[in-house]
């Protein structure tokens, strides 16, 4: 059997001469989002608190590491989201701007974390309270929700902190849901106000 | 090792063989035949058979038999004429005996027609084949090729949506089974269980299914079975005459059309074909399946040349295809998916459309292959070339201007040479030796904006076999095989940071038939044969990595388990991970009766293969979209038994019944698990009318078919699991696979149709799903979203020219 192997490997080798070895060119992963970072200014004096969602290794099978929030009691902060895909320096924020007739954020949290918007957020129901940035609105005057205000408990709570964008194409109306179209990022954080 | 120095000693020594005298030195030219009537085929006694341009000739016996002896010619003419029939004039060389000439009666729009010993005939007599040709075919063409295929007992369908449809072989599909288009082995990215084969079944005449392993005449990869199809013959002596068919649709709103015409001048004979459809949304009974249109554009040219001892032959096909996808079958993670699955109706869903958006399949494939037969005196020597090009572009949903670029981008183009010799009949051995050799340059084109899902890759592969069979007694034939495959692998890709690896590989395997036919005393046959057959992994199985559909899937070379823990971060190959060749060992027996009243077809079969490569659960990831399932390659043993059963009978002249069955049972024996994609079990019952008034011929019939639940389908884990609980491991305390919904509950189908015959037209209704059932279909991929098309009447016109 062994000579036999060697016998046809010669023979192929002498078939295969025209073989090519060229490797696929480098493809910029232009979809690939690996950081998002959401900032929480507070309204006056303070610091901004940033949290870092990252992904370690793109297409494999790590988990996305997202950092737990840490806000004060009692403080109307401004949320704004940052998205971008780092291997290609890119910023997908300007490109979900630019689509916002197809891109809209939603968000959900335990409740009783904010005193505004009250309730869970708008993930179960469209209905439920967000306080979006107008000015971001569509065409249609459809929120996209890069920036929101939330204003933070009375007294310490901890719980979670979701925000989910949804890709809506030709769908996103007035009712549509957290449950309409794909989501681009669907991120869960912990969240504490104390 | 002994038969294989045997095989290429025969093979070395070929040029020593078919020197013989010829039978036109001593005027011992013979042709022996038979004539039957077209329609009935029944035998047509008193038929006249002329040598064209002599006086030499003879009339057919009571059994419609005829024989002529001393002729001082091999190769000549033959007329064949008869009241009430139309003339045929068939070609006829001493290499193709025994012809049958299916004459035409005057009044019918039949045309005559010569059947010759094929000569791509599969190789071994205990074989069980199914074939589907004439007006079988005629009436389900338009359908895809997947689907065509499924009207026969044992062969269903792996499908995406209603456009992509793969053949399933007794449980067995993509690289497992070998689809033979035209003589050559089709190529394609056929690693996808959403890549249908890109072949226009509207182009074929004829289609044969084996059912056996036949890995011994056509290599790798065909361990389910394998799928022969045959363009038209061309006859070197006709007039101008072709094909014309056109349909109109209802559901989908679909126009479709086929053109075929020919001509032959003796020795030279050429034929050309084109065919088109065009087909909107689909829509199930209860709402549109927005975005399934399609568009289907082929051709093809065949150019046959005959000159003594030689026969050349040359085709050309191309085929282009665009094939929308069900736009509601696209989600982001398991809540998506979740919430995909407990839609009503599916997202997305809008009003009838003929446009084609993401996602969608562009596929183009091109034939060309010439192929030339030299008649020795007593041995023949066959030799193909084959060139394809394949061509698959896949678009997803994506942002901005990503969603008019492909995320899939391949190029295939394999050349093939095969060549065989049908040796002389040595003590009644009788058989061939072959070899073949193979080249494939698989090359991700650039722009997809995306790290390429599989790399790129060459394959070179050499095989040599010999094939024999021998009558053991007037009764009984005996058959073997034997093959050896050597394939030379090596691949180049770009790993998650865009680094280039690198891998050679090569893969090596022995096959080997043995079979035996028995000719019963009851007009019955029995046929036994077992089988083996190999695949090495495919491209997917070893080196896919990232998301595909609502997974993540990493092929062998791109995940290692340390323990529970999964990691992706290296590239292995076959220095540090042994990934085995899928071996197949199949048993089949086939039991066939036929007289005037009933035919009976039974085949129970057991296919055992070693290594089967299977996705596997291999836990959850959280990506930036969510949560999404990770699944990976993995190697079992498995076990598929089943069979499959037809039964049709002759009730009067005017009425016939056909019934059919088929049972599959598999098992994961490695894990002592099922396996997913299974197609259920199926019963169904066709009742025939046929009759002729005048100059009309009419015919009517009516199917009922019966699929069963899949009961033998992995555990449900529905995907709210998933998302009410984030960290919920599904493997925890059960390594079983699972699915995310239960098989779907069986269903009853009927499908009408109604045929009218005048002259040189056809007219034809069909109607399927009659009665507007809504179902879901267990092996269709897309079942989690929508239910399958409801009824399609189908408006067909065919003419004669």
Same mark, same amino acid.
């Given at each position: 059997?062994?000579?036999?192997?060697?016998?046809?490997?010669?023979?192929?080798?002498?078939?295969?001469?025209?073989?090519?070895?060229?490797?696929? @060119?480098?493809?910029?992963?232009?979809?690939?989002?690996?950081?998002?970072?959401?900032?929480?200014?507070?309204?006056?004096?303070?610091?901004?608190?940033?949290?870092?969602?990252?992904?370690?290794?793109?297409?494999?099978?790590?988990?996305?590491?997202?950092?737990?929030?840490?806000?004060?009691?009692?403080?109307?902060?401004?949320?704004?989201? @940052?998205?971008?895909?780092?291997?290609?320096? @890119?910023?997908?924020?300007?490109?979900?701007?630019?689509?916002?007739?197809?891109?809209?954020?939603?968000?959900?949290?335990?409740?009783?974390?904010?005193?505004?918007?009250?309730?869970?957020?708008?993930?179960?129901?469209?209905?439920?309270?967000?306080?979006?940035?107008?000015?971001?609105?569509?065409?249609?005057?459809?929120?996209?929700?890069?920036?929101?205000?939330?204003?933070?408990?009375?007294?310490?709570?901890?719980?979670?902190?979701?925000?989910?964008?949804?890709?809506?194409?030709?769908?996103?109306?007035?009712?549509?849901?957290?449950?309409?179209?794909?989501?681009?990022?669907?991120? @869960?954080?912990?969240?504490?106000?104390? | 090792?002994?038969?294989?120095?045997?095989?290429?000693?025969?093979?070395?020594?070929?040029?020593?063989?078919?020197?013989?005298?010829?039978?036109?030195?001593?005027?011992?030219?013979?042709?022996?035949?038979?004539?039957?009537?077209?329609?009935?085929?029944?035998?047509?006694?008193?038929?006249?058979?002329?040598?064209?341009? *002599?006086?030499?000739?003879?009339?057919?016996?009571?059994?419609?038999?005829?024989?002529?002896?001393?002729?001082?010619?091999?190769?000549?003419?033959?007329?064949?004429?008869?009241?009430?029939?139309?003339?045929?004039?068939?070609?006829?060389?001493?290499?193709?005996? &025994? !012809?049958?000439?299916?004459?035409?009666?005057?009044?019918?729009?039949?045309?005559?027609?010569?059947?010759?010993?094929?000569?791509?005939?599969?190789?071994?007599?205990?074989?069980?084949?199914?074939?589907?040709?004439?007006?079988?075919?005629?009436?389900?063409?338009?359908?895809?090729?997947?689907?065509?295929?499924?009207?026969?007992?044992?062969?269903?369908?792996?499908?995406?949506?209603?456009?992509?449809?793969?053949?399933?072989?007794?449980?067995?599909?993509? &690289?497992?089974?070998?689809?033979?288009?035209?003589?050559?082995?089709?190529?394609?990215?056929?690693?996808?269980?959403?890549?249908?084969?890109?072949?226009?079944?509207?182009?074929?005449?004829?289609?044969?299914?084996?059912?056996?392993?036949?890995?011994?005449?056509?290599?790798?990869?065909?361990?389910?079975?394998?799928?022969?199809?045959?363009?038209?013959?061309?006859?070197?002596?006709?007039?101008?005459?072709?094909?014309?068919?056109?349909?109109?649709? *209802?559901?989908?709103?679909?126009?479709?059309? &086929?053109?075929?015409?020919?001509?032959?001048?003796?020795?030279?004979?050429?034929?050309?074909?084109?065919?088109?459809?065009?087909?909107?949304?689909?829509?199930?009974?209860?709402?549109?399946?927005?975005?399934?249109?399609?568009?289907?554009?082929?051709?093809?040219?065949?150019?046959?040349?005959?000159?003594?001892?030689?026969?050349?032959?040359?085709?050309?096909?191309?085929?282009?295809?665009?094939?929308?996808?069900?736009?509601?079958?696209?989600?982001? #993670?398991?809540?998506?998916?979740?919430?995909?699955?407990?839609?009503?109706?599916?997202?997305?869903?809008?009003?009838?459309?003929?446009?084609?958006?993401?996602?969608?399949?562009?596929?183009?494939?091109?034939?060309?292959?010439?192929?030339?037969?030299?008649?020795?005196? #007593?041995?023949?020597?066959?030799?193909?070339?084959?060139?394809?090009?394949?061509?698959?572009?896949?678009?997803?949903?994506?942002?901005?201007?990503?969603?008019?670029?492909?995320?899939?981008?391949?190029?295939?183009?394999?050349?093939?040479?095969?060549?065989?010799?049908?040796? !002389?009949? /040595?003590?009644?051995?009788?058989?061939?030796?072959?070899?073949?050799?193979?080249?494939?340059?698989?090359?991700?084109?650039?722009?997809?904006?995306?790290?390429?899902?599989?790399?790129?890759?060459?394959?070179?592969?050499?095989?040599?076999?010999?094939?024999?069979?021998?009558?053991?007694?007037?009764?009984?034939?005996?058959?073997?095989?034997?093959?050896?495959?050597?394939?030379?692998?090596?691949?180049?890709?770009?790993?998650?940071?865009?680094?280039?690896?690198?891998?050679?590989?090569?893969?090596?395997?022995?096959?080997?038939?043995?079979?035996?036919?028995?000719?019963?005393?009851?007009?019955?046959?029995?046929?036994?044969?077992?089988?083996?057959?190999?695949?090495?992994?495919?491209?997917?199985?070893?080196?896919?990595?990232?998301?595909?559909?609502?997974?993540?899937?990493?092929?062998?070379?791109?995940?290692?388990?340390?323990?529970?823990?999964?990691?992706?971060?290296?590239?292995?190959?076959?220095?540090?991970?042994?990934?085995?060749?899928?071996?197949?060992?199949?048993?089949?027996?086939?039991?066939?009766?036929?007289?005037?009243?009933?035919?009976?077809?039974?085949?129970?079969?057991?296919?055992?293969?070693?290594?089967?490569?299977?996705?596997? !659960?291999?836990?959850?990831?959280?990506?930036?979209?969510?949560?999404?399932?990770?699944?990976?390659?993995?190697?079992?043993?498995? /076990?598929?038994?089943?069979?499959?059963?037809?039964?049709?009978?002759?009730?009067?002249?005017?009425?016939?019944?056909?019934?059919?069955?088929?049972?599959?049972?598999?098992?994961?024996?490695?894990?002592?698990?099922?396996?997913?994609?299974?197609?259920?079990?199926?019963?169904?019952?066709?009742?025939?009318?046929?009759?002729?008034?005048?100059?009309?011929?009419?015919?009517?019939?009516?199917?009922?078919?019966?699929?069963?639940?899949?009961?033998?389908?992995?555990?449900?884990?529905?995907?709210?699991?998933? /998302?009410?609980?984030?960290?919920?491991?599904?493997?925890?305390?059960?390594?079983?696979?699972?699915?995310?919904?239960?098989?779907?509950?069986?269903?009853?189908?009927?499908?009408?149709?109604?045929?009218?015959?005048?002259?040189?037209?056809?007219?034809?209704?069909?109607?399927? #799903?009659?009665? #507007?059932?809504?179902?879901?279909?267990?092996?269709?991929?897309?079942?989690?979203?929508?239910?399958?098309?409801?009824?399609?009447?189908?408006?067909?016109?065919?003419?004669?020219?």
């Amino acid at each position: 059997m062994k000579y036999l192997n060697i016998l046809m490997l010669a023979l192929l080798v002498g078939f295969a001469s025209c073989d090519d070895d060229d490797a696929p @060119e480098a493809e910029n992963e232009e979809e690939v989002i690996d950081q998002v970072i959401l900032t929480f200014s507070p309204a006056g004096a303070g610091a901004d608190v940033v949290v870092t969602a990252t992904d370690p290794d793109g297409d494999g099978a790590a988990d996305f590491v997202t950092p737990a929030i840490a806000l004060s009691v009692d403080q109307t902060y401004t949320l704004t989201l @940052e998205i971008n895909n780092t291997i290609e320096g @890119e910023s997908i924020t300007d490109e979900i701007r630019e689509e916002d007739d197809e891109h809209m954020f939603f968000y959900e949290f335990t409740s009783g974390l904010f005193s505004s918007p009250s309730g869970n957020g708008n993930v179960d129901s469209r209905d439920g309270a967000v306080n979006y940035d107008a000015s971001e609105n569509d065409a249609d005057g459809n929120p996209l929700g890069l920036t929101t205000v939330w204003q933070t408990a009375a007294t310490a709570q901890s719980g979670k902190f979701r925000i989910i964008l949804k890709h809506q194409p030709d769908i996103k109306s007035a009712t549509s849901t957290a449950q309409d179209g794909e989501s681009d990022i669907d991120l @869960e954080f912990d969240i504490t106000v104390n | 090792m002994r038969p294989l120095l045997i095989l290429l000693i025969f093979f070395s020594s070929l040029n020593a063989f078919g020197q013989k005298q010829s039978c036109k030195d001593d005027c011992s030219c013979t042709v022996q035949g038979k004539v039957v009537d077209a329609a009935n085929l029944k035998p047509v006694p008193f038929a006249t058979v002329q040598l064209a341009n *002599t006086n030499k000739g003879t009339t057919t016996n009571e059994h419609g038999e005829f024989s002529l002896t001393a002729l001082c010619v091999d190769e000549f003419d033959l007329v064949f004429t008869h009241i009430g029939y139309k003339t045929l004039t068939h070609h006829h060389d001493q290499f193709h005996n &025994n !012809p049958v000439i299916k004459l035409a009666p005057d009044d019918l729009i039949l045309e005559s027609v010569v059947i010759e010993e094929l000569s791509n005939a599969n190789a071994f007599k205990s074989n069980t084949t199914t074939k589907i040709q004439g007006k079988d075919l005629d009436q389900i063409k338009s359908s895809s090729l997947g689907n065509v295929l499924s009207s026969i007992s044992g062969v269903s369908t792996l499908t995406t949506g209603s456009n992509v449809a793969k053949p399933i072989i007794h449980g067995l599909h993509s &690289n497992r089974i070998l689809i033979i288009n035209n003589g050559i082995r089709h190529e394609s990215q056929d690693w996808g269980q959403e890549h249908a084969p890109e072949i226009d079944a509207s182009l074929i005449d004829e289609i044969e299914v084996i059912k056996g392993a036949s890995a011994v005449k056509y290599g790798p990869n065909a361990l389910g079975g394998v799928i022969l199809i045959r363009p038209p013959e061309m006859e070197l002596t006709s007039h101008l005459h072709g094909d014309l068919n056109l349909k109109g649709e *209802t559901n989908g709103r679909a126009v479709d059309g &086929n053109l075929l015409i020919q001509k032959g001048y003796g020795n030279l004979a050429w034929m050309a074909q084109g065919a088109a459809r065009y087909q909107g949304d689909m829509s199930a009974p209860d709402y549109e399946l927005t975005n399934t249109g399609m568009r289907e554009y082929s051709t093809a040219f065949g150019l046959r040349y005959h000159r003594k001892n030689l026969d050349i032959k040359s085709f050309f096909s191309y085929l282009d295809q665009e094939l929308g996808i069900l736009r509601g079958s696209i989600t982001g #993670n398991i809540e998506d998916l979740a919430d995909a699955i407990n839609d009503e109706v599916p997202d997305f869903t809008s009003a009838f459309s003929y446009s084609i958006n993401t996602p969608k399949q562009r596929v183009t494939h091109t034939l060309l292959k010439t192929e030339a037969q030299y008649n020795f005196s #007593n041995s023949r020597l066959d030799i193909a070339y084959g060139l394809q090009m394949n061509n698959r572009q896949e678009f997803d949903v994506r942002r901005g201007s990503n969603n008019e670029v492909p995320s899939i981008d391949l190029e295939l183009t394999t050349h093939s040479i095969d060549a065989e010799w049908l040796h !002389p009949i /040595v003590n009644k051995w009788e058989g061939s030796i072959g070899g073949q050799w193979l080249y494939q340059d698989n090359n991700n084109i650039p722009g997809t904006n995306t790290i390429p899902f599989i790399p790129n890759y060459n394959n070179t592969r050499f095989g040599i076999f010999i094939t024999e069979s021998r009558p053991l007694n007037p009764n009984v034939e005996f058959d073997f095989g034997l093959r050896y495959d050597i394939q030379l692998a090596s691949f180049r890709g770009r790993d998650s940071r865009n680094d280039i690896f690198r891998n050679e590989q090569n893969f090596t395997s022995v096959s080997g038939i043995l079979g035996i036919s028995k000719t019963l005393k009851t007009s019955g046959k029995l046929r036994f044969n077992i089988a083996t057959a190999w695949r090495p992994p495919n491209i997917a199985e070893l080196y896919s990595f990232g998301k595909h559909q609502f997974t993540n899937e990493y092929g062998f070379y791109r995940y290692t388990l340390e323990g529970e823990t999964l990691s992706t971060s290296q590239v292995l190959d076959n220095n540090t991970l042994d990934v085995k060749n899928e071996l197949g060992y199949k048993f089949i027996a086939n039991y066939t009766f036929s007289n005037d009243l009933i035919q009976i077809d039974a085949s129970p079969y057991v296919n055992i293969i070693d290594n089967y490569i299977y996705k596997a !659960p291999g836990g959850i990831s959280g990506t930036v979209r969510g949560t999404l399932p990770l699944f990976i390659y993995k190697q079992t043993d498995a /076990v598929f038994a089943g069979a499959d059963l037809t039964i049709n009978y002759q009730h009067t002249l005017r009425w016939s019944s056909k019934i059919s069955g088929t049972f599959l049972y598999t098992k994961d024996v490695g894990n002592n698990d099922v396996l997913f994609n299974i197609p259920p079990n199926m019963v169904s019952y066709g009742l025939s009318y046929k009759t002729k008034i005048g100059e009309y011929e009419w015919g009517a019939k009516a199917d009922i078919s019966y699929t069963f639940k899949q009961y033998n389908a992995p555990r449900v884990i529905r995907p709210e699991v998933f /998302v009410d609980d984030p960290d919920y491991n599904p493997f925890i305390d059960n390594n079983a696979n699972f699915d995310f919904t239960k098989a779907p509950d069986g269903y009853a189908l009927v499908n009408l149709a109604s045929e009218l015959s005048l002259q040189k037209w056809v007219f034809s209704l069909r109607v399927l #799903n009659a009665l #507007n059932t809504s179902y879901r279909q267990y092996t269709n991929l897309i079942r989690y979203f929508a239910d399958e098309p409801g009824i399609n009447f189908q408006l067909g016109v065919q003419l004669k020219l």
